[in-house]
């Protein structure tokens, strides 16, 4: 919306407000609403918003995917969860590409393929700023370059009344977890006692290990030696989703334990708990100038009344199984 600031960043120049004006203006805002919108990329929303810094404004060397080897791939191939060739899609050419156009098809209100989010997937992915290993660090592979059409949103709407941040990029790489902490307190959680089967699997140049029978981006999903950890850092920063040591967890209360709390020993599949975490959040500071604050999160109820549970009992819903 680069052209939208430009006019008003012209208006606010020519009626030059005076400081008094400015406090004035600012008296009149009751209420900042913060909406964290996430699991989508700028591109797979608005890249082609008219104005925008999207899809159109990428060059060659980005719109063209490579495989594990540096070699370009000859086209696209979406994976399904079992991380081999997805049969409800053909394989496409090596280039962004409209998911709800054919031959895809898939409208946005219909569940798609789920690529992985995570830290160190990420940095490889962006591969130093030619953003053309998305396809091969995937486990859906050439979903990634596809695209929405987003003018039927409300959000393109919006977008278009008052600012869109194009330029705005996430404060870590990676997913939810370590971003929604950068919303709060701009930190990193500590885990510095994190179980060795915890930690991930770097290489000499701060890359995953592959799998020995890791396939090329065009057969078949990336495989390495931290698909089933990989939630610390070697220097011990949880950096992947690592569940909280209060409920609602992923892991459930112990045994004759505190309801409230999640089992210290954790599960094979999610680790041990992350550690209580003592960081400053924004919270904190506004409650130090007496402003008012509250966070809201859909489901919380239910995935609290889950997360109490005994172990073995099964849940009522999917809010906690899917605290991934």
């Excluded at 393929?113 to 995937?138: D, L, R, T």
């Excluded at 997913?175 to 930190?187: D, E, K, R, T, Y």
Aim: charged share 20%; with cysteine; glycine share 10%.
């Amino acid at each position: 919306m680069k052209a939208k600031l430009v006019t008003l960043a012209l208006a606010v120049a020519l009626a030059k407000p005076s400081a008094s004006n400015a406090q004035e203006g600012l008296a009149k805002i009751k209420t900042i609403v913060v909406i964290y919108a996430e699991n989508r990329s700028f591109d797979h929303l608005y890249g082609f918003f008219p104005g925008a810094n999207g899809i159109a404004n990428a060059s060659a060397e980005q719109k063209t995917q490579l495989d594990h080897d540096g070699t370009v791939l000859p086209y696209l191939t979406i994976f399904g969860s079992d991380g081999k060739p997805d049969a409800r899609f053909a394989r496409l050419p090596n280039a962004p590409f409209r998911i709800d156009a054919p031959p895809i098809n898939l409208p946005l209100n219909k569940l798609g393929p789920n690529p992985i989010h995570a830290f160190y997937h990420n940095q490889e992915q962006i591969n130093g700023g030619k953003n053309n290993m998305f396809a091969a660090m995937s486990n859906v592979g050439g979903w990634t370059m596809g695209y929405f059409d987003g003018r039927p949103l409300r959000l393109w709407d919006w977008a278009k009344e008052y600012t869109l941040a194009d330029n705005f990029f996430m404060g870590a790489f990676g997913g939810s977890f370590l971003n929604h902490f950068w919303l709060v307190c701009a930190c990193t959680p500590r885990f510095p006692e994190a179980p060795e089967s915890m930690r991930v699997h770097l290489d000499a140049n701060g890359k995953l290990i592959k799998s020995p029978n890791s396939p090329s981006a065009k057969d078949g999903a990336i495989r390495t030696l931290s698909d089933t950890s990989g939630f610390v850092s070697p220097d011990g920063y949880a950096v992947n989703t690592t569940q909280p040591p209060y409920q609602p967890s992923g892991i459930p209360p112990e045994a004759h334990g505190s309801v409230d709390l999640a089992d210290s020993n954790g599960t094979p599949a999610r680790g041990a708990p992350l550690p209580p975490q003592n960081e400053k959040t924004i919270g904190d500071t506004l409650s130090a100038k007496n402003v008012t604050w509250a966070w809201y999160a859909g489901g919380w109820n239910a995935a609290l009344n889950d997360g109490r549970r005994a172990p073995g009992d099964k849940a009522q819903n999917h809010l906690h199984k899917r605290r991934r």
